[in-house]
C-alpha cells in the first residue's frame, strides 16, 4: 500500500514484491493519474513490517551496509482493509510524494508545479485509492484532470530531478517579463520527447524537448545537482555526472540492488544450533532466565528446541553469539559482494545431507544418478522444501549493477542515516540440483582454453567492461578489463543451466519465469565448484505443487535431459544463431544464443541472459567444443 505526503491520502497499492525488484525505495511508480516517489527508509514506519529471520543474509547486509541494520523485514501490511477501509489498516503502508511535481493540465495544457498553488488534490472514494487525482483549479473548465508532465532527469550517480521548464524555454536566461512566469506544455504524443513544445505565456519564448534529447541535447541541460528526493537532499560534494532525459515509466529509471540466500543449515553443526541460527533474532533478545517462562507461553520459536534443556539452549546460544561477534569482527564493510554460496554448495554436495526441516529438505535417490546419465551427472539432489529470503540493499539508475563487480556501478543509499533494518521478502518453493563430473569439466577446459571460439568471447568481455565502465574509472591505466571474467566452466554451466529450464517449463507445467537458477561454479578458493539448482520460489501456491522435484526421479530426468541436449543441436534461427560469435565492435556476451533458443526471462536469469553459447554444450560447428559430443 502507498499513501502520499503531505496529502496523507492512500493512493494505491502495490505488491510487496513490486516494493523489492521493480519500484522500491527511490523509484517511480506510475498510477492511474500520476506518478508518486517512493521516500527513503528514514520515513517508513516498522511496527507493522514483520521481522524476517535469516541469520546468513543479515550478516552479508550488515557487511556492506555497516552493523546498524538489525533487521530484515517485510513490508509493512495489517489485515482489515477490505472490511474497513477507514480502519487502523487504511494508515498502513509505504510513504510517497507525488513525482515529478510539475503538472499539466488536461483542458487548457498550463504546465506548473504542484507548490505554485494552482492544482487541487482529490480522492472521495476510499475504497477506490486509485482513482486519486490532482486537478486545474483555475482553469475555466470545471475541476479538470491534472497529469504529470513526463519528464525527469537523472544521472548515473543515481540523482533524480525535476525537468528545469523555465530554464530550458529561456535558454538558460530568465523571463524578461515576470519573475515567476506562467508555462504551457503541448503534448502532441508520439515517442520521447517527438512533439512536445514548451511555451512561456507571458513572454511567448517556445522550445521543443526534442532540444534536450541525445549527447547533443545534453549540452542544453543544466548540470546535475546531485538531488536524491527519496531522501530530500542534495549531494554535499555536488556532481559531475551530465544528467540524462528519462520519460516517467523508463525501464532504466530504477534498478534494485538485492541480496538472496536460501536457508540452508550451517554445515557441521549440530540440529540445535541450525534451529538457533535459524530464529537468531529471537534468541539474541532472551536471557536464560527468561527460558522457563518462554517455553510455558509457547512461542512457536520456543517449541522448536524445547526437547532441549535450558542448560543446553544457553550454551548453544553463547556459542552462536561467539561466533557471530568473531566473524563481524573480522570482517570490514565494504570490500566487495559478501559470498552468500559457498555454504550452499557445501550442502547441496555434501556425502551426507542435512536433517529435513520446514525451510529445507533434501533428497538424493539412494541408487545414484542412472547408468544412462552417469557420463552427464555426478549427482542430482532433490529439494522438497526451499526457503529463499531476498534485502534491498540499494539501487542504482541508468545503468542495472554489476552481479560480481560493486565497484562499478554506484549505489544509491536508502536512507539518510545509517538504516536499522533493510527491506527484505521470503518465498518458498522446491528445486532440482545437479552436478556436473568434475573429471569431464577439467577435460573440457583444457580442450577449449586455446580456442578460437573462447578467444573471442574473452575480448567481448574487455570491449563490454571498457564501453559500459571506463568513463567511471578514476585511473583508465589501472582499470582491469578482466576483472570478474566467469571463465569457461561458467559459461558452460549457464548454457546447460537455461537449455534445462526451457525443457522443464515444457514438461512440469511450470512457466519459466516461475523458474530461477543458481550457479555454483568455480571460485579462485575452490576451482571444483560444478553445480546448478533450478528452483522456483514465488510467493503463491505455485512454488510447492510438486512438479519440479517429480521430474528428477531416473526416467523423467533420463527423458528430460536428452531432450534438452537434443534441441541444443538446433534453432529456428539457424544459421544465423549457430554461426553467431562476439564480434569487434559490438560487446554482446553470448555466442550461438538467441530468444528461440536459450534466453529466458530476466526473473529467471542470473546473468541477464549473458555468458551462454550452445556450441561449448552440443556440437555446432567445431565438436571439440562441445562439453556432451553425444547423446545420451
Known amino acids: ?139 475555466k473548465k470545471k475541476k479538470p484532470l491534472a497529469v504529470a508532465a513526463r519528464f525527469v532527469l537523472a544521472c548515473t550517480n543515481g540523482h533524480l530531478d525535476e525537468f528545469p521548464y523555465i530554464h530550458f524555454v529561456h535558454r538558460g536566461g530568465k523571463c524578461l517579463k515576470a519573475d515567476h512566469p506562467r508555462l504551457r506544455m503541448d503534448d502532441r504524443g508520439g515517442n520521447l520527447g517527438a512533439n512536445v513544445e514548451i511555451e512561456c505565456i507571458n513572454c511567448g519564448e517556445t522550445r521543443n524537448i526534442r532540444d534536450a534529447q541525445g549527447s547533443r541535447g545534453e549540452e542544453n541541460l543544466p548540470r546535475c545537482r546531485g538531488r536524491h528526493p527519496h531522501l530530500a537532499t542534495f549531494d554535499p560534494q555536488g556532481c559531475d555526472r551530465t544528467p540524462k532525459l528519462l520519460v516517467v515509466g523508463a525501464s532504466n529509471q530504477w534498478f534494485a540492488k538485492t541480496y538472496s540466500a536460501l536457508a540452508v543449515p550451517t554445515p557441521d553443526a549440530g540440529a540445535l544450533e541450525n534451529k538457533i541460527e535459524k530464529h537468531w533474532t529471537f534468541f539474541e533478545g532472551l536471557a536464560p532466565n527468561q527460558y522457563p517462562w518462554a517455553r510455558s507461553v509457547g512461542f512457536e520459536q520456543f517449541q522448536e528446541v524445547k526437547q532441549w534443556s535450558d542448560e543446553e539452549i544457553a550454551e548453544t546460544v553463547a556459542k552462536v553469539r561467539a561466533k557471530k561477534e568473531g566473524s563481524a569482527s573480522g570482517q570490514q564493510e565494504g570490500g566487495g559482494y559478501p559470498d552468500l554460496r559457498t555454504p550452499e554448495w557445501e550442502v547441496f554436495s555434501a556425502g551426507r545431507l542435512p536433517d529435513p526441516d520446514d525451510d529445507f529438505t533434501l533428497r538424493r535417490d539412494i541408487d545414484g544418478v542412472t547408468e544412462a546419465l552417469t557420463g552427464i551427472y555426478a549427482d542430482v539432489v532433490q529439494a522438497e522444501r526451499l526457503r529463499e529470503v531476498r534485502a534491498l540493499i540499494g539501487f542504482t539508475r541508468l545503468d542495472a549493477p554489476d552481479p560480481e563487480d560493486p565497484e562499478l556501478v554506484r549505489l544509491v543509499p536508502l536512507a539518510r542515516s545509517r538504516p536499522e533494518w533493510v527491506l527484505a521478502s521470503e518465498v518458498r518453493g522446491e528445486g532440482i540440483f545437479f552436478r556436473l563430473p568434475e573429471e569431464l569439466l577439467q577435460e573440457w577446459e583444457k580442450r577449449v582454453a586455446d580456442s578460437h571460439a573462447l578467444r573471442l568471447h574473452r575480448e567481448a568481455y574487455v570491449r563490454y567492461r571498457r564501453n559500459r565502465y571506463s568513463d567511471r574509472i578514476n585511473k583508465p591505466s589501472e582499470f582491469d578489463e578482466m576483472a570478474h571474467w566467469p571463465g569457461a566452466r561458467f559459461i558452460a554451466l549457464h548454457t546447460f543451466s537455461h537449455l534445462l529450464i526451457r525443457t522443464i517449463s515444457l514438461e512440469c507445467g511450470y512457466s519459466s519465469a516461475s523458474l530461477s537458477e543458481r550457479i555454483y561454479s568455480g571460485t579462485e578458493d575452490d576451482p571444483h565448484r560444478a553445480g546448478i ?84 554444450i552440443v556440437p555446432i560447428d567445431d565438436p571439440e567444443l562441445a562439453l556432451y559430443p553425444d547423446l545420451p
Open 1 to 139: 500500500m502507498t499513501e502520499t505526503a503531505p496529502f496523507r491520502r492512500r493512493v494505491g497499492s502495490v505488491r510487496p514484491s513490486h516494493l523489492m525488484f521493480t519500484g522500491g525505495v527511490g523509484s517511480l511508480i506510475d498510477l492511474p493519474n500520476f506518478s508518486v516517489l517512493v521516500k527513503g527508509l528514514d520515513e517508513w514506519r516498522d511496527e507493522h513490517a514483520a521481522v524476517i529471520d535469516e541469520p546468513r543474509l543479515l550478516a552479508a547486509v550488515q557487511r556492506t551496509l555497516g552493523k546498524s541494520v538489525q533487521h530484515l523485514r517485510s513490508a509493512p501490511w495489517l489485515e482489515g482493509l477490505d472490511k474497513d477501509p477507514n480502519g487502523p489498516a487504511s494508515r498502513v503502508g509505504v510513504p510517497v510524494a507525488p513525482f515529478p511535481s510539475w503538472f499539466r493540465c488536461t483542458a487548457c495544457n498550463e504546465l506548473g508545479a504542484l507548490d505554485s498553488g494552482v492544482f487541487g488534490f482529490e480522492n472521495s472514494n476510499p475504497r477506490k485509492p486509485h482513482e486519486a487525482r490532482f486537478f486545474h483549479a483555475r482553469c
Open 533 to 616: 539448482l533450478i528452483y522456483t520460489a514465488v510467493p503463491d501456491s505455485e512454488g510447492t505443487l510438486g512438479g519440479l522435484v517429480s521430474l528428477a526421479e531416473p526416467d523423467r530426468l533420463t527423458a528430460l535431459t536428452r531432450r534438452a541436449l537434443a534441441d541444443a543441436r538446433h534453432c529456428s534461427s539457424d544459421p544465423l544463431c549457430a554461426e553467431r560469435l562476439p564480434q569487434a565492435p559490438a560487446d554482446f556476451l553470448h555466442g550461438a544464443a538467441c530468444h528461440v533458443c536459450l534466453f529466458v526471462s530476466e526473473t529467471t536469469c542470473e546473468r541477464g541472459n549473458k555468458f551462454l553459447d550452445r556450441r561449448f
